[in-house]
């Protein structure tokens, strides 16, 4: 099977008609995404042409939903507009928003997640590479042509890790591979996938990447010690970071010892989750695990 977004999914992209949009569209249809339809109120009415499928815009995602019934959409507007653009999805009732923009004021971030969140609507980052189901549904910016089905989950702040470790695995194959986004606020969490691969019945085993600067690993440990019994391996990147200083995404923040790859990697190992240090080595624990299953956490 896979989470949040299957073969049915049925997906407007607002923010189509700009440059990315047009790119990732194209390369989402190319998936086998359902693309019902894109958003922009000056563009309303007329069609855009992808290779044999010819995509009609809409001025509204309430307009959208009421036409096609999407149920995903994926943001691909201006910062300026990601608040606005997210608020506008939840009052349509979307059940997914897909926020792929870099660069939202946190203040806005804040808003929308919130926003969202009352209204019964899932939000995927900001500044997050989307998600993918391999086979069945690609809503966002991840390559679909590195890796396979399988049985494998995947959650990650960051996006070209997820991208490598979607590589490295590629003959094993993903249920579903998450790209939180690494801002101070996301609307989905690592425990929030965690959950639901661990309700997946077709996901045998989730690989958690997180990075330096937060707690969101840490809590993610302790929802794992109580909650989840399929196997579990993590990577952290920032092992090498240099320390006092700001790294990658912004929320690497790190203070002390807390939010160190160090840190995070002792409370995931605490829980029964071995760490790797490289990609390379987090996809071999992946391999021995699920060569050498062992009894349940």
Avoid at 242 to 253: D, N, Q
């Amino acid at each position: 099977m896979a989470i949040f977004l299957t073969k049915e999914s049925k997906v407007l992209v607002q923010g189509m008609t700009g440059g990315e949009g047009m790119k990732h569209t194209r390369r989402m249809l190319a998936a086998g995404t359902d693309v019902v339809g894109g958003v922009n109120p000056r563009k309303a009415g007329r069609t855009v042409a992808f290779d044999e499928r010819a995509v009609p815009v809409f001025g509204s995602v309430p307009q959208g939903i009421e036409e096609t019934g999407a149920d995903v959409t994926v943001v691909f507007v201006p910062p300026a507009f990601a608040k606005a653009a997210v608020i506008e999805a939840a009052d349509a009732g979307i059940g997914l928003a897909v926020v792929i923009t870099e660069g939202i004021p946190v203040h806005d971030s804040v808003t929308f997640t919130a926003y969202a969140q009352a209204k019964g609507t899932r939000v995927i980052g900001p500044n997050c590479p989307g998600l993918i189901s391999p086979g069945q549904s690609n809503a966002g910016i991840i390559p679909a042509d590195i890796t396979k089905p399988g049985r494998i989950g995947l959650v990650s702040k960051s996006g070209t890790l997820t991208y490598q470790l979607m590589y490295e695995l590629r003959d094993l194959g993903f249920s579903t591979c998450v790209g939180i986004g690494g801002d101070p606020v996301v609307g989905t969490s690592h425990i929030d996938c965690l959950a639901a691969f661990e309700a997946d019945p077709d996901t045998e085993l989730v690989v958690m990447i997180g990075e330096i600067g937060g707690d969101a690993e840490e809590r993610a440990a302790a929802y794992i010690r109580e909650h989840v019994t399929k196997p579990v391996i993590g990577y952290i990147a920032g092992f090498t970071a240099p320390e006092g200083r700001t790294m990658g995404h912004a929320g690497a923040i790190v203070s002390g010892s807390s939010g160190t790859a160090q840190a995070k990697k002792e409370a995931l190992e605490a829980v029964g989750v071995p760490v790797g240090r490289t990609p390379t080595e987090t996809a071999l624990l992946v391999l021995d695990r699920l060569e050498t299953p062992g009894p349940p956490k």
